[in-house]
């Protein structure tokens, strides 16, 4: 049976349903290396260990070539799935342009990225993720990660959970516009990948 695909008046009215009009009225802070943050207070013990708690003792020692945040794998987390769903973030980007997720409709999932912060502390990073269909953007979502000071080992987002759409008019494939970046607007990573919802896992 041939797919029902919807007109470009009903993208139009989700597009609309979707639409975010609240404005976020935020300043960041002056942007202070991490050398500067533990120089400061420095006479302040109960300070010194705070700072220490948060930051950690030791040096990390990283290439110096490499970015402050890297952003390594975007993984679809879904208890039903047959088989993991991850996105090396570390490769090829434009491959995944070619190849799609397949999500079953209506299952609930949600997005995790992992990425490590290497050499200086980060504010306000954010995870936004534009959806197409068709060439009309349907939805936009923008998740505040954090501030994250720099450490060897990577950390996780995990994004709340939501439910992939369902019906016939849902079915079909969605371009995906995912970037992260701070509050000094810095494109930490920009990538493009596919999500295919079918009406099961191996439709």
């Given at each position: 049976?041939a797919e029902?695909?919807p007109?470009?008046?009903q993208?139009?009215?989700i597009a609309a349903?979707?639409?975010d009009?609240?404005?976020?009225n935020?300043?960041?802070?002056?942007q202070k290396?991490?050398?500067e943050i533990?120089?400061?207070?420095?006479?302040?013990?109960?300070l010194?260990?705070y700072?220490?708690?948060l930051l950690?003792?030791a040096?990390v020692?990283?290439d110096?070539?490499?970015?402050?945040?890297?952003v390594?794998?975007?993984?679809?987390?879904?208890e039903?799935?047959p088989?993991?769903?991850t996105?090396?973030?570390?490769g090829?980007?434009?491959s995944f342009?070619k190849q799609?997720?397949v999500?079953?409709?209506g299952v609930?999932?949600r997005?995790?990225?992992s990425f490590?912060?290497?050499?200086e502390?980060v504010?306000?990073l954010?995870?936004?993720?534009q959806?197409?269909r068709?060439?009309v953007?349907?939805d936009?979502?923008?998740?505040?990660?954090?501030s994250?000071?720099?450490?060897?080992?990577?950390?996780e987002f995990?994004?709340?959970?939501?439910e992939?759409?369902?019906?016939?008019?849902a079915?079909?494939t969605y371009?995906?516009?995912?970037?992260?970046t701070?509050?000094d607007?810095?494109?930490?990573?920009?990538?493009?990948?596919?999500?295919n919802i079918?009406k099961d896992?191996?439709?």
């Amino acid at each position: 049976m041939a797919e029902h695909e919807p007109t470009p008046e009903q993208l139009a009215a989700i597009a609309a349903e979707n639409e975010d009009s609240e404005a976020v009225n935020y300043k960041p802070p002056a942007q202070k290396t991490l050398q500067e943050i533990q120089e400061l207070d420095k006479d302040d013990e109960s300070l010194r260990k705070y700072k220490e708690a948060l930051l950690g003792s030791a040096a990390v020692a990283i290439d110096p070539k490499a970015p402050n945040v890297q952003v390594t794998r975007l993984t679809l987390v879904c208890e039903s799935a047959p088989a993991p769903l991850t996105l090396d973030l570390q490769g090829d980007l434009e491959s995944f342009k070619k190849q799609s997720f397949v999500l079953k409709e209506g299952v609930e999932y949600r997005i995790k990225i992992s990425f490590k912060v290497n050499k200086e502390i980060v504010s306000g990073l954010k995870y936004v993720q534009q959806t197409f269909r068709k060439g009309v953007k349907l939805d936009k979502s923008d998740y505040m990660v954090g501030s994250y000071g720099p450490r060897p080992n990577e950390y996780e987002f995990l994004t709340p959970l939501e439910e992939a759409p369902k019906g016939l008019l849902a079915r079909g494939t969605y371009n995906i516009k995912s970037k992260f970046t701070d509050d000094d607007k810095h494109d930490h990573l920009s990538w493009e990948w596919n999500l295919n919802i079918k009406k099961d896992w191996k439709d």
